[in-house]
């Protein structure tokens, strides 16, 4: 029997201290979720919470036949996109993020290749796309799910999420473009 | 030869743009030619994790310690448990479940017609109102609220009373007949459920179900 379906009949018949292995087990997961929907860790910690109790509150409305994990996701999705409107308009986020979007350094070419810069930078591009860009890339890029898996989640056709991943690395390819913005000029 | 390599690095880009693979060479190309041309390193490295899809680098962009999955399931788990620990013959400690209501009624009071043991007759004053009472058998539960579209989903300002101290909560409400309402119960300021005694269910945008009334 699937682990997951096992643990969602045991809580369901009253034994709720198995939640806790859920949790754990979708914890990164769901976190990193709401980190890259919000912005910022602190507003993610706080939903992530919410998120699992708002699962737990509808338990019993889960079709065990099907996968957890998207159920799971759907909860989050729901709760991330009315919290991600109420911390802040888009206009103000993009213009507070992108009055910090620095370009890493260049300068040396031993940099690493994974400098918290660079991390900084692809976080805050990350945050600049609009939602409907912004998940499935999070989904496809930062969750590891496929274009078929990101599809059924998000009861999207294929070639649309394909459309969106295309527009989202395009976006992604101009934001992190810092040739331009560089204050040090080519010699 | 600068120029060709920087070339043929766009093309790698584009072709990653639009969905294609850039296979493993090319990318050991990219990131080689990263380290060599300051322009392109400028243009490109951001990029680089997603092309490489690399796994170690993207979770380490939000990263994710133990001790926050352990912190967040502790705070899960005290929110939601409520125990009320009780000895059983054998001595043991057993903890009720308080998570799941056993049972709930809506009872629709019409003029003149009653489904339960309490009526009452609106038409004479000329509204079109019913009253409606709402149970909710709850024996664990400290407060039982009545949220619904006809609060603004407010909690706090319909509160179930157990008037007999049954574990049975009730509440009886106003409402326009002709309309269709949806509603739930919530348990304890925290735990949302639809009425349990309905199969009148709606998806209540969250991942869960409201129950639905039509009068």
Redesign the interface.
């Known amino acids: 029997m699937d682990n997951d379906k096992k643990l969602v009949q045991d809580i369901l018949s009253g034994e709720a201290s198995s939640y806790r292995v859920i949790v754990q087990k979708y914890h990164p997961r769901i976190f990193r979720l709401a980190w890259a929907f919000l912005g910022s860790r602190e507003d993610a910690e706080d939903a992530v919470q919410e998120i699992f109790l708002r699962a737990f509150r509808h338990l019993r409305n889960f079709n065990t036949e099907k996968s957890f994990y998207p159920w799971l996701y759907s909860v989050a999705r729901n709760y991330l996109r009315t919290e991600y409107r109420r911390i802040v308009t888009f206009k103000e986020r993009k213009d507070v993020i992108e009055s910090n979007l620095q370009p890493p350094s260049f300068d040396t070419p031993e940099e690493k290749l994974e400098s918290k810069e660079l991390k900084d930078a692809v976080k805050q591009s990350v945050h600049l796309l609009p939602v409907s860009l912004r998940e499935p890339v999070i989904l496809y890029y930062f969750d590891d799910l496929s274009v078929s898996e990101i599809a059924e989640m998000l009861e999207l056709s294929e070639e649309n999420i394909k459309s969106r991943l295309f527009r989202g690395r395009k976006k992604l390819r101009k934001t992190l473009n810092f040739y331009n913005r560089s204050t040090e000029k080519e010699v | 030869m600068m120029e060709d390599a920087c070339t043929f690095i766009k093309s790698i880009?584009d072709s990653?743009?639009?969905?294609g693979d850039p296979g493993e060479e090319a990318v050991l190309t990219l990131?080689q030619h990263?380290?060599?041309c300051?322009?392109c390193?400028?243009?490109?490295?951001?990029?680089?994790?997603?092309i490489k899809?690399d796994?170690e680098?993207?979770?380490?962009?939000?990263p994710?310690r133990e001790s926050?999955?352990?912190t967040?399931?502790d705070?899960?788990?005290s929110?939601?448990?409520r125990s009320t620990p009780e000895r059983t013959e054998s001595g043991k400690t057993k903890t009720r479940?308080i998570?799941?209501a056993a049972a709930a009624a809506v009872i629709i009071l019409f003029g003149g017609f009653s489904i339960g043991f309490y009526s009452a007759n609106l038409r004479g004053n000329g509204r079109n109102e019913v009253l409606v009472r709402f149970e909710l058998a709850a024996p664990d539960a400290a407060s039982v609220q009545l949220v619904g579209d006809f609060t603004d989903w407010n909690e706090g300002s319909l509160e179930l009373k157990d008037k007999n101290h049954d574990g049975v909560w009730e509440i009886e409400v106003r409402l326009k007949k002709g309309k269709t309402y949806t509603y739930n119960f919530v348990i304890n300021g925290?735990?949302?459920?639809p009425d349990p005694s309905s199969t009148k269910?709606v998806d209540?945008?969250?991942?869960?179900?409201s129950t639905m009334l039509q009068l």
Not at chain 2, 16 to 19: C, H, L
Not at chain 2, 41 to 50: A, F, Q
């Open positions: 880009i990653w743009e639009t969905g990131e990263l380290k060599e300051r322009n390193r400028s243009r490109y490295l951001g990029l680089l994790p997603l899809e796994r680098i993207l979770q380490s962009i939000y994710v926050d999955t352990d967040a399931a705070a899960v788990m929110a939601l448990y479940r998570l799941f925290e735990r949302w459920i269910q209540d945008g969250f991942g869960g179900a």
